[in-house]
């Protein structure tokens, strides 16, 4: 549990702020969205349909006159909640085979890693519609297709972490010492490979949010009357040149959070790859150096001590 909490702790230290505000505004949206809307997103005026932004409706109305900043916000708790469930499995299902096919290694290792290239080999949006075709549409069938769509690319990633982790020199200390093969695994390899797949995680939930955006757009995924922004879009679609409003503010709430999260996996992985040194660092440390060479070239005492 250390090695996981010291792994998230160390990519969430340098984040662009622009990344956190974004993100950070999804999730607290997502919590508590329910309970900052002024109305219910569902509640339909058609005396008021098409108003524009005023005291009662913010952001205006729609087609049927519903209140557009009401269900922007509900809009981004359906996302949460959907986006949560499918990176928690993503993530369950990708490290248990990633670390297994990892430490057992040999022909085992080879189906498994075959199985999973066959996957990546395929759109995910292809397999999410061809797992939708099957079992019908549905909110949860929809959640099953696009678990199954992301599930490979944490399986790759945390085989190759688990390789990794397996190499260090405290591991093979382990064997020698007699550690079992399960407290290894259980003990060593599962948690440092979770802190470590977990922090690149992000740069895939932009790409979940706008695949379930995609799938309700198509009318495959969520269906009404549940607000969600892909809905939106198609609904207002119609009433593109009357009200272009309609469109843009869900266009813009997907991209917002796509190009959040995607910030926050650069950020992640720029942070764990070794920064060249500054000039200033540089002669700084010649500086150091030099003195400690003058200092012990003047005391014989310390050279010996060096």
């Known amino acids: 549990m250390k090695r996981l909490l010291h792994s998230i702790g160390e990519a969430f ?24 809307v002024p109305h219910d997103p569902n509640f339909q005026d058609l005396t008021a349909r098409f108003a524009g932004p005023s005291a009662d409706h913010w952001l ?101 972490v688990a390789i990794g982790i397996l190499n260090l020199p405290h591991i093979e200390a382990l064997r020698v010492l007699g550690a079992s093969p399960l407290r290894i695994y259980f003990r060593h390899l599962l948690p440092s490979t979770l802190g470590m797949v977990l ?14 955006a995609t799938l309700s757009f198509l009318g495959l995924g969520i269906q009404p009357p549940t607000p969600e922004w892909g809905q939106m879009l198609v609904d207002a679609l119609p009433y593109l040149d009357l009200n272009p409003w309609m469109v843009l503010l869900p266009g813009f709430a997907i991209t917002g959070v796509v190009v959040s999260f995607n910030l926050l996996g650069e950020a992640i992985a720029l942070n764990r790859v070794p920064r060249e040194l500054r000039r200033s660092v540089l002669r ?4 150091v150096a030099a003195s400690w060479e003058r200092a012990s070239s003047e005391d014989p005492n310390k050279r010996i001590a060096t």
């Open 60 to 160: 205006g109305t729609d087609h049927v006159g519903r209140d557009v900043f009401s269900r922007l916000i509900v809009s981004a708790r359906t996302t949460v909640v959907a986006m949560t469930i499918i990176v928690t499995f993503k993530l369950l299902i990708g490290v248990t085979l990633g670390t297994f096919a990892g430490f057992v290694k040999g022909r085992t290792e080879e189906i498994l890693m075959r199985f999973v290239e066959l996957f990546m080999a395929l759109p995910s949006l292809i397999i999410a519609l061809a797992v939708i075709g099957v079992l019908g549409i549905g909110y949860w069938n929809m959640v099953l297709a696009l678990i199954l769509a992301f599930w490979a690319g944490s399986t790759r990633v945390a085989r190759g």
């Open 284 to 287: 700084r440390g010649r500086l």
């Open 13 to 36: 230290s340098s984040f662009p702020k622009a990344a956190l505000i974004g993100v950070g505004l999804f999730l607290f949206l997502g919590a508590f969205g329910p309970w900052l």
């Open 199 to 212: 922090v690149y995680v992000s740069a895939d939930a932009g790409g979940i949010a706008l695949s379930i």
